[in-house]
């Protein structure tokens, strides 16, 4: 059993909705969610629970290798007045095997003079804890595609120290000249939990 539950928070002159992705009974539901506040710019890494390292592999669902903990994404209009929309994506993966590390090579694709790829971390954390960071002379740019009318760039980096068993997690800023409205849950591997959060400008009155 599922429960719809929503709330929309207004901030001045943003509005805040956020949809959930949750598993029950080996389904999936997509809901309106409760956002109980929202943290502001400010990042940091989400608490790795013991539900996280006991999740294992499934399968029946094709998570052999490996699985996404969790997608959290945040679109953001707020440089609306000036062309400028944020995209704030936070990814966690549990590996499982040597197959399962393809997941540790990352590339990030972007339109060049159209977006950029920015304020990029990631870590990997061992079973037994101890975390790796990524450092910024980790990360590559390079060309992906150039023809006569797009040249599209790609930011690319590998988990340093990647083992059986280890939780790989990033989390980068997107910025880009329209706004970010899709959001695909269909992955190469089960996703478990997602969250997509739009805070977008208070164009007409809100009949909520």
Request: glycine share 6%; aromatic share 12%; proline share 5%.
């Amino acid at each position: 059993m599922y429960f719809k539950k929503y709330d929309i928070i207004r901030e001045q002159t943003m509005t805040t909705i956020r949809l959930q992705l949750q598993q029950a009974g080996g389904l999936m539901f997509l809901i309106l969610a409760p956002v109980l506040a929202y943290a502001g710019d400010d990042f940091a890494w989400a608490p790795i629970t013991s539900a996280d390292w006991a999740v294992a592999p499934d399968s029946s669902r094709g998570g052999m290798h490996a699985i996404m903990i969790f997608e959290k994404i945040i679109s953001n209009d707020r440089g609306f007045e000036k062309g400028k929309f944020y995209l704030e994506v936070y990814r966690r993966i549990k590996v499982f095997t040597p197959e399962g590390r393809s997941f540790a090579e990352v590339s990030l694709p972007y339109v060049r003079k159209k977006e950029e790829i920015e304020e990029l971390n990631a870590r990997t954390v061992l079973p037994g804890g101890k975390e790796i960071n990524l450092d910024e002379d980790q990360i590559h740019e390079s060309e992906a595609v150039k023809t006569e009318d797009v040249r599209i760039m790609q930011k690319s980096f590998s988990f340093p120290g990647v083992t059986d068993g280890s939780i790989l997690e990033y989390r980068y800023v997107q910025r880009s000249s329209s706004p970010h409205n899709n959001w695909y849950i269909e992955k190469t591997i089960p996703l478990l939990h997602g969250e997509f959060t739009w805070k977008f400008i208070n164009r007409v009155s809100n009949p909520y």
